[in-house]
């Protein structure tokens, strides 16, 4: 699938520290925490907690969190499903198939999902 280039420029533009507190939000009100927010966001993207907290005190854009992040896991491959209608795997821009990446691991913490399925340790 492909995205069209109005909304990959709106995506890579947009600020992750504003959209991680929605992230945290998001688990939070279905009783998780923002440890295992920052636990999914950490194993996805290989940056430390300190990191992590970095990149959110420096407003790094969504672009620039993931291309310096440290270590994309390569067991992000396997993340299949759909998330906001679109199946994840079919996703064609990298940035973008990144971006849903990490909403999905949201939405399954967020659903109850046991972490170690989650990692996919």
Known sequence: ???NQATLDRVSKMKFASVYPLYVAKAEKKGRKKSEVDA?????TGYSQRELEGQIKKQT??????KQAPKLNPSRTLIK???CGVRVEDIQEPLMREVRYLDKLVDELAKGK???KILRA
């Open 61 to 66: 854009d969504f672009e620039t969190f993931f």
């Open 81 to 83: 499903g759909v998330i």
């Open 114 to 116: 046991a972490m170690e």
């Open 1 to 3: 699938m492909k995205t």
């Open 40 to 44: 999914v966001i950490c194993r996805l």
